[in-house]
Every structure is written in C-alpha cells, then in structure tokens.
C-alpha cells in the first residue's frame, strides 16, 4: 500500500466505533482517486461513506492491485475494435492442411518417431489451460477434478496425467533406454483464483498421479474488472470490484510474468503442446503430432476436425484477406450463408476445420507473443450477467482466447484429426443435447472397445454394445498399440476397465 494510502486508512480507523462502522465521513484517498479520474473511474469510490474501516482498506488494496493505465488501454483497444468491420475472410488453403486421407502410414511412422526421440530429449512441455470450473457440470470443483463415470471413476486430471506418464515410458521404450531413463515430460498446469488451491489440493492428495511432484508446476492466469456496458468498473460489493479470469489467451501474460518461459528454456524445452481440459479424448504430448510439428518448421500448428455441420456452435479456421494470417472465426461471427458455403472441388464446407483447442507452439513464438505490446489489444467483449451491488447485471467481460495467437505466427500448420478418437468435450451437465459427461464417457469406451478388438480381444456385453464399451488404462496404451498381450483370446464383460 502507498504511504499516501496508508496514511488515510489510519485516519479512517479512528473514526470508527466498536463494529467497525464509520462515525463519520471521511475522503477518499486524494491520490488514488485522482487516478482513477484520469480513467474515468473515479465511481469506484461511490459506497466510500457506506464502509467500514477494514472495507475502505479492502477497497484501496483491490484499486492498487490493478494496473491502471493497461486496464484503460484494453478497455478502450476493445470497444474501438468491436466497431470497426472484420477483414473478409477466406477459406485456409489445402497445402497447410495434413488431412486424414492424405496421410501416409510411412508418415505417421516417421513423425511418430521423430517425435518420441524429441520427448525423450526433453524438448517438449505441456501447458493445460486449467482455470475453470465445473459450473455448468453441477459442481464447484476444478473441472479436471470431473469424474465423467468410466468404470475406473477416474477424474480428468487422472487421465491427462497417465498419458503423460504412457507417453514418458513409451519415448524411453523407442530410445532402448530402461524405465529408469525415463525423461520427464514437464506439466505446468494453469489454474485461476478460482480453482487454484482446490487443484493443488487434489494433485496432492492423489500423490500427482504417479508423476513426480517436481515436474508439475502450477501458475495462476490474472483477472480482469468487469465493466458496464460504457466502460466502468462494476462493484461486485460495496468495497469489492466485480472480477472475472482473463480468458485462456492470458496463458501468454501468466506465462510472462511468472518467469515460466524462461525456466523452460532452462529445461531445454523447444516446443509447447498446449490444451483444454474439459477433452476426455486429449492426446497429451502426442507424439506424432509433435514430430508433425517439427517436420513442418512452423512456429504453430493446430488440431481440428472437420465441421459436424453448418450451425455447430465451433470456432473455424480461416484466413483473414487475400494472403492474410491464419485466424480464428467463432461460430457467432459467421453468417449462416457463409457457414453453409460448400467447396465445390472437395466437397466439404468451404470453412470446415474447426478449432478444438489443441494447439503446438515453439518456445521462441511463445515469447514473442508474451512480449508483444499488441497483446493488450485482442481483448474480447462478452456480454454476461455480473454479479453487483444491484444485484446481477448486463455489464461485459474481457476475455483473451488461446487462438488469439495464431494472426502473429509467420507459419502456421492444421493437422486433421478424427473427432471420434480425440475429441469428447465435457462442457454442459447430463440431459444437454451435446458435450457432457455421458456422450464423453461413451466416445471413450467406443474407442477403447474398437482397441481391444483390433487387438484380438472378444467383449460381451448385458446391454447393447453401442451404448457402452471398455475402458483401457492410460498406463496400458496410449492409442492402442501394446495390447495384443493383454487382450488376444481373452473376453471381457463391458462395461469394465483394462489395465495391467
């Protein structure tokens, strides 16, 4: 606290009775609220005669905590660009598109490969974006701590940590090292004020799912004011400003200022694979892509699976003008004319790969991005209800994505994926129409059911095959290679978990 702030708050306590409300009137802070009358904030301080001393303190360290100046800018970069029409928009050429059919098996062989031999180099890091909860699941939890309902009650978190832990063997395996070789893939695990201490809480109480304690590190993302819809700071209370997370675009500014990058180029990390955490199907550090990556030479690269149909409520990639940088389009953005828009040459949608939030990045465009001034003015306005003195409000929060990044990258590479084996978003509670725990879980026993089989597994069933399946440990395979000994000639009764 300033000593200017200091000072006042002294005053103020000797003007308060035995509970602590104010006997009289006192001014605010006259240097603080000059410099909230500078940007036009100067309503903060509207209750000031209403609080008690212990509020009025809570209320000038909350003012102080906040950088001003940037806070004004972004507000104003925001509403300035909401007003200005969007670049036209064209479809992403094919050549920076890895298609399914294209693929050859001697290409995935090789980025296979490449990518095992970079992991067990210890080139590669993991970055979850964490900072959510479960709301809109029914829970007050972290949603990684989601338990969907597989056979093994597994959370999210356990899952994503034991494919790590498959893929670390694995590397050591292809580089005939013994499971004492093993090189640890680093997790730094992004959490918000929100979810911060209840996920340290749950990695250890779970002894961090078999990874070691020390290659998992947590960093919170910041948060941003509310702001009404002309500009100014709600008030949550009389004495508290109404705050939200900054999105999962302020992984780059959370990065920055916890010195993060740096303690991974310390670690010799080269590359970043960064992703959600509400994917049951997520492919942690998966190893093809990231030799996909490397094959490439670009500075970013993302997953994405072909468009369901026209009115899927998913983000698409596109590039902005004739010859412009690879770009994001949510689906709200679209003209419904433009989204049903068919390529007459492939014919699939002439905006069809949609982003899934499964993205590879180089350390070296990381730091670019973190350090970029333009950072503060990709901010997104969302229209919400914020909770406030009167009680909820309209008001707008501000919001960075993840693909924000993407306009800055000078290369930029899409590798398609099937939504069936890497993609079961677990977003809205049992009885929506789309991405919750159950259509989740199902995805995932289907897939697994199709593994066993391959591998020579029989499975039996009390209920019809299609609406359950198995469940194979991540600790067993990672997507289905190694099972022929564990499954050949034996018969398992689904829904059940298979592990060693």
Known sequence: ???????????????????????????????LLERLKDYGQEDTFAF????????????????????????????????????????AIEPVSEEIVSTVEHRTIE????????????????????????????????????KGCFNIGLPSRKSLFQLQAERILCVQRLAAHFMNEGS???????????????????????????????????????????????????????????????????????VYTALKSSRLLEDMAA?????????????????????????????????????????????????????RGKGGPIDVVEYSELDPSVASAVNQETGRLRFCWSN???????LDFLNSVANGLENDCIYHLAEKKIPSVNGYTMGLKLEQFIFDAF????????????????????KNANGANYDTPDSARLLLLRLHAR??????????????????????SPLCSYTGENLEAICRGRTFHAPCEITF
């Open 356 to 362: 899934v939030c499964l993205h590879m990045f180089t």
């Open 180 to 250: 004492a070789d093993v090189v640890p893939i680093h997790w730094y695990i992004m959490t918000s004020p929100f979810t911060d201490e209840a996920t340290r809480k749950f990695f250890e109480s779970h002894k961090f799912f078999g990874l070691e304690a020390d290659q998992v590190t947590f960093f919170q993302q910041g948060t941003i004011p509310c702001i009404s819809m002309d500009g100014r700071f709600i008030m949550e209370t009389p004495y508290k400003m109404a705050k939200a997370p900054d999105g999962n675009g302020g």
């Open 407 to 426: 306009t800055y990258s000078p290369s930029t590479a899409l590798f398609e994926v099937f939504r069936e084996e890497e993609f079961a978003p677990v």
């Open 267 to 319: 670690r010799g990390v080269k590359y970043v694979d960064c992703y959600g955490v509400d994917n049951a199907l997520v492919r942690v550090a998966d190893p093809t892509f990231l030799g996909y990556f490397i094959d490439k030479n670009v500075s970013a690269a993302a997953k994405v699976v072909k468009k369901a149909y026209p009115q899927e409520k998913v983000g698409v990639f596109v590039r």
């Open 1 to 31: 606290m300033t000593e200017i702030a200091a000072a006042e708050t002294t005053t103020v306590a000797t003007m308060a009775d035995s509970n602590g409300v104010n006997v009289m009137a006192a001014s605010p802070p006259q240097a």
């Open 107 to 142: 290409e995935r062989e090789k980025w296979w490969k490449m990518g095992l031999k970079a992991i067990h180099a210890g080139k590669l890091a993991v970055i979850l974006l964490s900072g959510g909860q479960g709301t809109r699941l029914g829970s007050s939890d972290p």
């Open 48 to 87: 000031w005669n209403e609080l008690s001393s212990d509020e009025r303190e809570h209320l000038i360290k909350d003012i102080e905590s906040l950088d001003l100046p940037r806070i004004d800018r972004i507000i104003r970069c925001s509403f300035r660009s909401q007003g200005l029409p969007a670049a």
């Open 451 to 472: 593994w066993v089989i391959a591998a020579g597994g029989f499975l039996t069933h009390s209920v019809p095959l299609y609406s359950t399946g198995v469940e194979v």
